[in-house]
């Protein structure tokens, strides 16, 4: 009877990701979904447009990081000092990492105003096509437009970002070699205290370069 129970369970599993995956949102779609959802809200709420940091902080928190894979992203910022770093100090670093994404999107979206985004259609290659790379550009009245580019990655519960090419320029690679830099000096204890720190502060990061262009 355990047996079969177990046996049931496996199959109605089965099931239930098969028809998430069938059911999964197109890496483009998400990305245009997710645009429109947060330029709605912000075109709406006068708070926001006025720089209310907690409103805007709760926007990035509820629309914009359930799409991203920090693990990933952190992973591979820190390259190959990750197979040396503790369990708590991986933690540690995709908590600080995911920390730092919150204030620079929060940045990003206090200085927004008349831009608009353009999101490229994607198609994928093969039905079964873990990764996908959508292109954006912001646009600006006045100025040249922005690419920016997603990179995703196929998982269980939908389409995760884990990087982003700004100008052509790798978020994730171009903090690679600055903590690389770091945990070289001090260590990885010493790179999580200077995310901390940076944290804790009110530095711009390089996303907050995008909406002041």
Known sequence: MKALKEAVLAVLMF???????????????LIRNTVDEVTAVIKQDKDIQAGDLKKIQALVDAKVLPHFDFGRMTQLAVGRYWRTASPEQKQALVTEFRNMLVRTYTKVFTVYRDQTIEVKPYKLAVEDETEATVKTLIHKPGSQPIPVDYELKKAADGWKAFDISIEGVSMVMSYRGTFATQIQENGIDGLIKTLADKNAGSDEGDLAKVGAK
């Open 15 to 29: 099931g239930a990701t098969v028809v998430a995956y069938a059911e999964m949102i197109a890496p483009d779609v």
